[in-house]
């Protein structure tokens, strides 16, 4: 097998087995990759793990397909406030599962080791708080909180447990973010100057209409639970299925998707996060009884770190993207350009040229016949290694993932290979922290419309 090269890092098979070997066959070629990789022999009875699903919605039902991928891997049972939800995981994962409305059901049963939370985000920070002290491993969807300054309950309860705890934004297990956080490493595109990125959609079901049961109601879905510590009100279809509407429940464009770019260049660049923030935006399109805004854009401000300058970052989301939707973080330096794109990277390692040129977009045009020949003959003599204009560097690099590479499934592996080896994981409670800390405070800003200061260290809001 082809090792790691500018054209492809690997090329492989899919999922289960084939999958396993793939990623053994990546590390053994690039050993830096930092992939958490335990013996792939199917494991002994005694070291399968069994894992209960809270929240069996659209991410629900994906991380217990990525989950049971994994070898040793059990699903015991599953939690959710739909009743629907409970019947179609049965028809799916086996009639075994047990099932109920109530999570703590679940943290109470010993014979359960880990937990997948993927309910609404109101709730995120309370299940895993709950399942850290009932002595669960927890692999909990972001953002883990709902507001930035519920931080300091869930990494107590992180630290007293002893117990894993693991984000659910799989971009920071990519091959590909590795190999971006290699290149920027060893200086490919200098010094660090900016970074712009957008996560847009351009469809009903990327701008969260999703589909709602004919059979919702007060008898099938569990609205009281539901509420939880949100305001209360009478039963409401949408605002359960389609939660991410409405501030009360979800955390809007930018705790949708803002955390997955943090999350993927924090780790690139081993930064702790921004100290400043603005944001602005509106809702222009989607006028159907939402709360948050379907267009947001935000400045943050990054303080110098060991790891890297003072830069800035441009970051939006825009749901009413006529022109198709799209994603892309962009690392810009002053020698070149690393374009992040799904599990492609494109390097364009081209640094500026310090000395003055001539010719196409210059002043030498301007010049008198005999003065651009005088100066001509000059900047050869003082520059003898310099053609005049243009860039210098190789051009573009393309690195791309193997395909039918699954970021998300790897996410799940390394989970559960931490917590066979009880290991670290890279994406804990802290630096899933602090990639929802700043995307929550675009919301802030946006609402209160001011500038808002962010102790990055402490992980709180100044």
Same mark, same amino acid.
């Given at each position: 097998m082809?090792?790691?090269?500018?054209?492809k890092?690997?090329?492989t098979? &899919?999922?289960g087995?084939a999958?396993?070997?793939?990623?053994?066959q990546?590390h053994a070629?690039?050993p830096?990759?930092e992939?958490l990789?335990?013996?792939w022999?199917t494991p #002994?009875?005694n070291?399968?793990i069994?894992?209960a699903a809270?929240? %069996?919605?659209?991410?629900g039902?994906n991380?217990m397909r990525?989950?049971?991928q994994?070898p040793?891997?059990?699903?015991?049972?599953v939690?959710?406030?739909?009743?629907?939800?409970?019947?179609?995981?049965?028809e799916v994962?086996?009639s075994?599962?047990?099932? &109920?409305?109530?999570?703590r059901?679940?943290?109470?049963? &010993?014979d359960i080791d880990?937990?997948?939370?993927?309910?609404s985000? @109101?709730w995120?920070?309370?299940i895993?708080?709950?399942a850290?002290?009932?002595g669960?491993h927890?692999?909990c969807e972001?953002?883990?909180v709902n507001d930035?300054?519920?931080?300091?309950?869930?990494?107590? #309860?992180e630290k007293?447990s002893?117990?894993?705890?693991q984000t659910?934004?799989?971009?920071?297990s990519?091959?590909?973010t590795d190999?971006a956080r290699e290149?920027y #490493?060893a200086?490919a595109?200098?010094?660090?100057?900016m970074i712009e =990125?957008?996560?847009?959609r351009d469809?009903a079901?990327?701008?969260?209409q999703y589909?709602i049961?004919?059979?919702a109601?007060?008898q =099938? /879905?569990d609205?009281?639970?539901?509420l939880?510590?949100?305001?209360?009100?009478?039963?409401?279809k &949408?605002r359960?299925?389609?939660?991410?509407?409405y501030?009360d429940y979800g955390?809007g464009a930018?705790?949708?998707?803002f955390?997955h770019l943090f999350s993927?260049?924090h780790?690139?660049?081993?930064?702790?996060?921004?100290e400043?923030?603005?944001? =602005?935006?509106?809702? @222009?399109?989607?006028k159907?009884?939402?709360?948050?805004?379907d267009?947001i854009?935000?400045l943050y401000?990054?303080?110098?770190?060991?790891?890297?300058?003072?830069? @800035? /970052?441009?970051?939006?989301?825009?749901f009413?993207?006529g022109g198709?939707?799209g +994603?892309?973080v962009?690392?810009v330096g002053t020698?070149?350009?690393?374009l992040?794109?799904?599990?492609?990277?494109?390097?364009?390692?081209n640094g500026l040229f310090t000395?003055?040129t001539?010719?196409?977009w210059d002043?030498?045009?301007?010049?008198s016949?005999?003065?651009q020949q005088?100066?001509?003959?000059w +900047?050869k003599? =003082?520059?003898?290694n310099i053609a005049?204009?243009?860039?210098?560097?190789p051009g573009?690099?393309?690195f791309?993932?193997?395909?039918? +590479?699954?970021?998300h499934y @790897?996410h799940?592996?390394?989970f +559960?290979? %931490?917590i066979?080896a009880?290991?670290?994981v890279?994406e804990d409670?802290?630096?899933?922290?602090r990639a929802?800390?700043?995307?929550l405070?675009?919301?802030m800003s946006y609402?209160?419309?001011?500038?808002?200061r962010?102790?990055p260290k402490?992980i709180? /809001?100044?």
């Amino acid at each position: 097998m082809a090792s790691l090269s500018r054209r492809k890092f690997v090329r492989t098979l &899919t999922s289960g087995a084939a999958a396993a070997l793939a990623l053994h066959q990546v590390h053994a070629a690039h050993p830096s990759a930092e992939l958490l990789l335990p013996d792939w022999q199917t494991p #002994a009875a005694n070291d399968r793990i069994r894992i209960a699903a809270i929240g %069996a919605g659209i991410m629900g039902f994906n991380n217990m397909r990525s989950s049971l991928q994994v070898p040793g891997v059990e699903l015991a049972a599953v939690c959710d406030l739909y009743e629907g939800h409970l019947t179609r995981a049965k028809e799916v994962f086996g009639s075994h599962l047990i099932t &109920t409305r109530d999570y703590r059901e679940l943290l109470s049963r &010993t014979d359960i080791d880990a937990v997948l939370v993927s309910t609404s985000d @109101h709730w995120h920070d309370r299940i895993a708080i709950d399942a850290l002290m009932a002595g669960k491993h927890v692999y909990c969807e972001k953002p883990l909180v709902n507001d930035p300054q519920k931080g300091q309950a869930l990494l107590d #309860a992180e630290k007293k447990s002893g117990k894993i705890l693991q984000t659910g934004s799989q971009v920071v297990s990519s091959i590909a973010t590795d190999k971006a956080r290699e290149l920027y #490493a060893a200086g490919a595109i200098g010094q660090l100057v900016m970074i712009e =990125t957008f996560n847009d959609r351009d469809s009903a079901g990327g701008a969260w209409q999703y589909s709602i049961p004919t059979d919702a109601s007060p008898q =099938t /879905v569990d609205w009281d639970r539901f509420l939880g510590s949100a305001p209360k009100m009478p039963f409401d279809k &949408t605002r359960f299925f389609r939660w991410r509407n409405y501030k009360d429940y979800g955390t809007g464009a930018a705790g949708d998707l803002f955390v997955h770019l943090f999350s993927r260049f924090h780790r690139v660049t081993d930064s702790l996060g921004p100290e400043r923030a603005y944001a =602005t935006g509106g809702l @222009h399109f989607w006028k159907d009884g939402r709360d948050v805004p379907d267009v947001i854009m935000a400045l943050y401000d990054y303080p110098e770190a060991p790891t890297h300058p003072a830069f @800035h /970052v441009q970051m939006r989301v825009n749901f009413v993207a006529g022109g198709g939707g799209g +994603y892309l973080v962009k690392l810009v330096g002053t020698e070149g350009m690393m374009l992040l794109e799904g599990d492609t990277i494109r390097l364009s390692n081209n640094g500026l040229f310090t000395t003055p040129t001539y010719g196409g977009w210059d002043s030498f045009d301007t010049f008198s016949l005999a003065e651009q020949q005088a100066f001509e003959a000059w +900047y050869k003599k =003082t520059y003898p290694n310099i053609a005049g204009s243009g860039m210098k560097g190789p051009g573009e690099q393309v690195f791309s993932a193997p395909e039918g +590479y699954s970021d998300h499934y @790897h996410h799940h592996f390394n989970f +559960y290979a %931490a917590i066979r080896a009880n290991t670290r994981v890279v994406e804990d409670t802290a630096f899933g922290l602090r990639a929802a800390g700043p995307a929550l405070l675009a919301n802030m800003s946006y609402f209160e419309k001011k500038v808002i200061r962010w102790d990055p260290k402490a992980i709180r /809001v100044i």
